[in-house]
């Protein structure tokens, strides 16, 4: 008798541990799209990145970070920008090093870089080098990995065992084989698809297997396959119409745990279907996953004992086709002429809010191949997979039985994982790092300062001059301790702070104070392996490395006969503005006169005198007193002198 009960689920309805296991899952994707293939050094690299949040939208970051490293793991630059409807942009100079190598770009939020241990969004960077050519990697090792089905071999019951050979670039090798038991022939194995493949056998107790290929070069090899379990718990998993079948079996001596069992599946961490099993009186069991309605995206179907650990489990890939994105593009005006005016106009059907990158390279130059990777095979597929994918768009090009196929086989390979629990398994390290809400302004008064007033007296105005001018001016209120701190700033490029505050006893050298802008540190340990040479994926643009830089170069580039700049002088206002205004005093709809370059000064007494019947709407009585009054338009007027503000008008004389 088999006892079986299952039902969609949308919620985290199991135990303790089962809930934190499942929060541990959940994690966030980064794609970035580059402005080009390829880059020569000293090239700008434009970018945009998209970026996924899987669990509490609370929690999602504001910053983001963009960093360059060369193959030995050295940090060259890095740039930050602001995260805005989940993307972001900006662009980074490479290094105008002559013999710079391809570099890698790493891109994270500081939750991606928790969830990633340091690692961030990889991608590497093509550069074409000077006089200097490429030189292809020794693939005379193969590496071959042999991988069971759920996790684990276990004698007696029946196996998938997955294989995929790699050359040392993690390229696919294609291979034919034999598995061997003490020295007779029991299967037969063969590459399927890019170096990866299966084969089911049912190993026994006390038995030893040896696996025997040959490569293209002719030469033998041999390994033993990985070592079983004597008891346990088996899955498997594959498609039928609608849906993911799955059958679960056991050895006749398990421990009781084993036998009451959930199953669960999970797609980007949040479940949708849940299972209680039974395999007190029975031995197996099957059942089917929906799939109606559900995203694209890989599943996660894993079993749990009575106690709550994952005990067994494999990734599927469900694919519903409902990740397209239609947009019509429309050449609304074509100039073949040189630097020709050519402008395009994208169109999207969907009532949905879009957000569009578009690059536009040379095709002869590019490296970009139809099955590359791309927004949709890297936040569906790649991006939560280990292991270097090639042509990663090809399991999106249609669902016939052979795609489909060979993505299961990506799924047992580049998927496979063993499931082990113990209570620190999915302990996260918290840091000290603290995600503030864009930039920040974080600083303490110095240790020396004595407030003479309360503390509403003594807060702080702080005054942002960006690098183009534009000023605001921001509040801040001081703790007790003297402390402040505000952000949710956003501006870009270098900036100016200007400190201001209401208590006149406090000296100026006081403020030279240490101030943080709120972004984290770089993170220079990559934990990831830089391969020294970019490998030649198949489709890729040959001719890019056979022809000389110097050429690509001067196929890019022309050198004007002559250029000619005309320019308008600053008009005198804009001048005086920029030689003695600084803060929120500069820019905007001012009116200045420069005094010192005026003859007709000399003959006024006062220098408010000489502001009668400059400025509409300024009226000024006693102009030539000592103590003058102003009005403009009926409101009264504050003076700032030094961009202080003045208590007392005093008649200042000219001359």
Sequence with gaps: MINFLCHPSFAQDGD???QDFQDRQKFSKIYVHLDRDNYVPGDTVWFKAYLVRAGNIKEASRNFYFEIYTTDGHLERRVTAPIYESTASGSIILPDTKDLQDVYCRAYTLNFLKETKGKGYIKRITVSQINVSKTSQDSTTVLPRFLPEGGYWIDGLPSLVAFSFTDNSDMPVNVTGVVKCNGKVLADFKTQHDGMGSMTMIPEAGKEYIAEWKTADGLDHHMELPQRKHHGVGIHVNDVRDGKKFFVYRTKLVDENDKNLTLIATIDGYQIYEAKINLSQSEAINGVVPLKDLPTGIMEIKLLNAAGVPIAGRLTFVNNLNYFFEVDTQFTT??????????????????????????ISDYNWSNHANWDDNIISNLLLTGELRGKIVNPYYYFSNKIDSVSGALDLVMLTHGWRKYEWTDTTWKQTVNSFVDHNYLAIDGKKNAGLKLSKGPSDTDISVIIQAADSSSVLVPLETGKSGTFFKDGLIFYGDAKLYFRTRDKTIQEGLYKIPISNGL??????????????????????????SIPVEYILNGNVKTLKEVRIQAKALPENEKVDKIYTSGVFSGGISKNFNIGN??????FVSLFQYLLGKIPGLEISNAISLNPTATWRRDSVTFFLNNQKVQHMISVALG
């Design 520 to 545: 984290i540190d770089s993170i220079q340990t990559l934990n990831y392996s830089l391969k020294e040479e970019l490998p030649e994926l198949p489709g890729y643009n040959k001719k890019l490395f």
């Design 16 to 18: 303790l541990k089962t």
């Design 598 to 603: 005026d003859k007709k000064a000399e003959t």
């Design 334 to 359: 074509v100039d073949k002429r040189k630097r020709g005016l050519n402008q395009i106009l994208l169109s999207v059907k969907d009532t949905l809010r879009s957000n569009i990158s578009v690059s």
